[in-house]
């Protein structure tokens, strides 16, 4: 089915641990982005892209690195998880840089630091 | 900058009462979009509504509608005949200027209760 796949959709961590968040889209979307979600804060950018090879921070980057080497992928990494970075994430796509086309929203990711 | 308020944190209706979440938001651009999205108890993100900037027309889709307007810079949702389904959270979101590229502004979001 054509969407936005988050996996996985749900993780615990041990404080320190590392690990990757994977999104895949297979619309040829060239915008992807990631959201984190916090009780009665909305959803807040992390970081996006425009297209493969290019990146850029949101507006809460901090303990988060992510690459596009390809159109369809668009991973989230967590250094060194830390319990502030317990959220929902969801991974969005986009057709291009105009958001007249809308946005797909994965199903999201559910972490948790212990 | 951007900002969207969604004042109402939660609302608790009874069926078929019907019910509006206001939405509020800031921008100095003068080309923007404002959506709603729904977000039921599964968790997914359900695009409901996308508006533009330059058209305030009122929209009406089954018991939904939306009333968009730019002189007190609010986009409300009322839901008519409201139904247990109906209860989720509801985000109220803008999308203005290139920073951060396609950046959507989310609001804390709306939590609607339906009870039967």
């Known amino acids: 089915n054509a969407g936005v796949t988050q996996t996985p959709k749900f993780q615990v961590l041990k404080t320190g641990q590392s690990m990757t968040l994977q999104c895949a889209q297979d619309?040829?979307?060239?915008?992807m982005s990631w959201y984190r979600q916090d009780p009665g804060m909305g959803l807040r950018l992390i970081h996006y892209?425009?297209?493969?090879?290019?990146?850029d921070q949101g507006e809460v980057p901090n303990g988060y690195n992510v690459s596009r080497s390809t159109t369809e992928d668009f991973p989230l990494r967590l250094l060194s998880a830390a319990p502030s970075q317990t959220s929902v994430y969801f991974c969005?796509?986009?057709?291009?840089?105009?958001?007249?086309?809308?946005?797909?929203f994965g199903s999201g990711t559910r972490l948790t630091v212990v | 900058a951007q900002k969207v308020t969604q004042a109402q944190t939660e609302i608790s209706v009874v069926e078929k009462e019907d019910v509006t979440l206001d939405c509020v938001y800031e921008?100095?651009?003068?080309?923007?979009?404002l959506f709603w999205y729904k977000q039921p108890p599964s968790g997914e993100l359900v695009f409901l509504i996308r508006r533009n900037s330059f058209d305030e027309q009122n929209e009406i889709s089954g018991r939904y509608s939306w009333n968009f307007q730019k002189s007190t810079s609010s986009f409300n949702f009322t839901i008519t005949a409201s139904q247990v389904v109906d209860s989720a959270v509801y985000f109220c979101a803008l999308s203005a200027s290139l920073e951060y590229g396609n950046k959507l502004v989310f609001g804390a979001g709306t939590i609607l209760r339906v009870k039967s």
């Open positions: 619309m040829n979307h060239e915008y």
């Open positions: 892209s425009v297209g493969a090879g290019i990146t």
């Open positions: 921008t100095r651009d003068t080309t923007y979009y």
């Open positions: 969005a796509s986009s057709y291009s840089g105009l958001v007249i086309y809308g946005y797909t």
